[in-house]
């Protein structure tokens, strides 16, 4: 296929959910740009790998600027990545606090914020954000104070006013 395939960011993407969805995509016939810490090599042609830590703003300046390069454009971004570290919230530390919050938002925005510029150039796209159910089913016995402050932010529904998503890149 041309430039017409369509493409997708996927963050996180080494294993677990992040792994399941390049498959998915790659399925539904997409180019997959797939950035993780810990992401393997591949022959596969419609697969970009761009290793790295999502937290890191230049992650994402590469994973956007390189899938452009490679495949010409970006249809899908699936924040994936995403840290979580089960302790009771009075024994978190600092560097805890600021792990979690480097990925789990520094990273989102980071990585979103080039997307959806790319794709307001396109006329649309899709942002696709993964969180967890611990936001609103809490498990007793899984402390998970700060993955639900910072993923649970993420669940946020956006004004949909068009002033807010300009082009209408959010579905």
């Known amino acids: 296929m041309g430039a017409e395939q369509k493409v997708a960011v996927i963050t996180g993407a080494s294993r677990g959910i992040g792994a399941a969805l390049v498959k998915a995509y790659l399925d539904r016939g997409y180019r997959v740009v797939a950035t993780a810490r810990s992401v393997e090599p591949t022959s596969n042609a419609d697969i970009l790998v761009v290793p790295g830590d999502i937290a890191d703003r230049q992650t994402a300046e590469r994973a956007i600027s390189e ?37 789990n938002i520094a990273g989102f925005f980071h990585i979103t914020q ?3 510029a790319e794709m307001e150039k396109q006329g649309g796209g899709h942002v ?19 993955a639900s402050l910072t993923k649970g932010s993420l669940n946020a529904r956006p004004n ?8 209408g890149v959010f579905a």
Request: proline content about 3%.
């Open 67 to 103: 899938g452009l390069d490679r495949f010409g454009r970006i249809d899908t971004l699936v924040n994936n990545a995403g840290i979580f570290i089960a302790k009771p919230f009075t024994q978190y530390t600092a560097a805890d606090f600021a792990s979690i919050l480097n990925v």
């Open 114 to 116: 080039r997307a959806v």
């Open 128 to 146: 696709v954000q993964i969180t967890t159910s611990l936001i609103d089913l809490a498990i007793a016995g899984v402390p998970s104070v700060l």
């Open 160 to 167: 949909r006013s068009r002033s807010n998503m300009r082009s």
